[in-house]
């Protein structure tokens, strides 16, 4: 008797075994399938602040030059220990700089921006250390100094391995630069600083200023001395952007100010305008909230959707409430007409970011940066998006400023995506037809629609 009852528990627990394996095995298998899918995908990347080595400071390309131009510098600084400079890296060895930074770089090994920057390293060189090492650096430094040789030709390389159709280029360091290379980026009109200017008195735009004087040869306008000629010169500019390929507008004003914009009207524009430079601080905001006012209105008689920062800021020290994203709520109410794309999940009030997204039809969900910022957020996020929003407004972006990081920060997206999918699929919340048209639409599909790329 005994022995028949062991023999019937053994083959219980045997069944549970082979059972177990399977389910588990189904799982990866359903998650693994949607991540194939996705690598098939032409990935359109709504936002990029791509630079090319020419145009930085650096003496020299090794790993901690990489890491200082990624985000995961604000986490080895925010250790609290040293900061990590261009000074320090261009004047010193790899051995110096593990025994300056190699402590506080370890401390990091937990965050989201470790991981996704590790992630981009292993995708794009020859790493296969679970984490970065004295002598895994070592090796690696003479693989990125080789490749940086030639970065072009680099760059390249691993835009089209890791399937990017076009990159959205945001060069908020060089706003009015329209000549970009279009055979891997898109425009996006830097609005900032245009907004930032306003006032006779901060003009920049002098007649050395190419734009300027082709506004002044047009209209005949030689000086802005009125807000009419200011606002004649916003419509000047938006429309030069249009015309060199812009597809969009961009704020990322929460890095100086907050985002509330109060209603401000023309006359009171008017007058602050007319005793500017003489203002203070909250009569210059007032001139900024009018003129973000009017662009918006611009943004929507030329078609061009508005993306806009929410929420956390990158690298240490800023004031973090300026990015609250219902502080956008009276723009979304007042300008039903333009488009406006959130960024960065709002975090970390990414509930607040889905609301306004369900709340309003003019206002559409970008998961940009946030699965850098926080993976696990940005699951929980995408999760909260699809039970409240319609799907054909995400988007993804990478937000980087050198080619490993939006690797890695693409491979990142692609893993919240298929995470959070194969999860519905797996409690048959949703079927695998609509989880593939899903990422279609989040990685291009939106883009090409919202931005109109295919014009
Ligand atoms: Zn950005």
């Given at each position: 008797m005994k022995t028949i009852k062991s023999v019937v528990a053994k083959i219980i627990?045997?069944?549970?075994?082979?059972?177990?394996?399977?389910?588990?095995?189904?799982?990866?298998?359903?998650?693994?399938?949607?991540?194939?899918?996705?690598?098939?995908?032409?990935?359109?990347?709504?936002?990029?602040?791509?630079?090319?080595?020419?145009?930085?400071?650096?003496?020299?390309?090794?790993?901690?030059?990489?890491?200082?131009?990624?985000?995961?510098?604000?986490?080895?600084?925010?250790?609290?220990?040293k900061n990590l400079t261009v000074e320090i890296i261009n004047k010193s060895s790899l051995d110096e700089m593990w025994n300056m930074f190699g402590e506080q770089l370890n401390y990091t090994a937990n965050t989201s921006y470790y991981k996704h920057f590790l992630e981009g390293i292993k995708k794009c060189y020859n790493y296969n250390e679970p984490v970065f090492t004295k002598e895994g650096i070592e090796l690696l430094s003479k693989q990125i100094a080789a490749k940086y040789q030639n970065y072009e030709s680099w760059f390249d390389e691993c835009f089209h391995k890791f399937n990017f159709e076009t990159m959205f280029l945001d060069q908020y360091w060089a706003p009015h630069n329209f000549d970009i290379d279009k055979k891997h980026f898109t425009l996006i009109f830097q609005a900032n600083k245009l907004i930032y200017d306003i006032g006779p008195g901060k003009l920049v735009y002098t007649?050395?200023?190419?734009?300027?004087?082709e506004f002044a040869k047009i209209t005949g306008v030689e000086k802005i001395n009125t807000l009419n000629d200011y606002l004649a010169f916003t419509d000047f500019m938006i429309q030069r952007a249009k015309q060199n390929g812009a597809v969009g507008i961009k704020?990322?004003?929460?890095?100086?100010?907050?985002?509330?914009?109060?209603?401000?009207?023309?006359?009171?524009?008017?007058?602050?305008?007319?005793?500017?430079?003489?203002?203070?601080?909250?009569?210059?905001?007032?001139?900024q909230d009018f003129l973000l006012h009017y662009i918006l209105d611009k943004a929507a008689e030329n078609n061009l959707p508005v993306q806009i920062h929410t929420g956390y800021l990158a690298g240490n020290g800023n004031q973090l409430e300026n990015g609250k994203p219902t502080k956008l709520?009276?723009?979304?109410?007042?300008?039903?007409?333009?488009?406006?794309?959130?960024?960065?999940?709002?975090?970390?009030?990414?509930?607040?970011?889905?609301?306004?997204?369900?709340?309003?039809?003019n206002v559409y969900l970008n998961l940009v940066w946030l699965p850098q910022i926080s993976k696990q957020r940005a699951i929980v996020t995408f999760?909260?998006?699809?039970?409240?929003?319609?799907?054909?407004?995400?988007?993804?972006?990478?937000?980087?400023?050198?080619?490993?990081?939006?690797?890695?920060?693409?491979?990142?997206?692609?893993?919240?995506?298929?995470?959070?999918?194969?999860?519905?699929?797996e409690n048959e919340q949703m079927n695998d037809e609509t989880a593939r048209k899903i990422i279609r639409a989040v990685f291009s599909e939106n883009a090409i629609k919202l931005y109109q790329l295919d014009e």
């Open positions: 627990a045997l069944l549970l075994i082979v059972l177990f394996t399977n389910c588990s095995a189904q799982k990866n298998d359903v998650y693994n399938s949607l991540m194939e899918f996705t690598n098939t995908i032409k990935v359109i990347n709504t936002h990029e602040h791509q630079r090319t080595p020419s145009e930085l400071e650096y003496s020299k390309y090794n790993f901690w030059t990489l890491l200082h131009k990624s985000y995961l510098v604000a986490d080895v600084n925010s250790v609290g220990t007649e050395q200023n190419s734009d300027f004087n704020n990322s004003m929460a890095y100086g100010r907050s985002l509330d914009y109060e209603n401000v009207s023309r006359d009171r524009a008017k007058e602050l305008f007319n005793k500017s430079p003489e203002i203070n601080k909250a009569e210059e905001k007032e001139l709520n009276n723009l979304f109410l007042l300008h039903p007409n333009t488009k406006f794309d959130i960024f960065h999940g709002g975090f970390p009030w990414t509930g607040e970011f889905v609301a306004l997204g369900k709340m309003f039809p999760d909260e998006m699809l039970d409240c929003v319609p799907y054909n407004k995400f988007f993804w972006g990478g937000d980087c400023h050198l080619i490993e990081e939006a690797v890695g920060s693409l491979e990142f997206g692609k893993q919240v995506v298929c995470e959070v999918l194969a999860k519905r699929i």
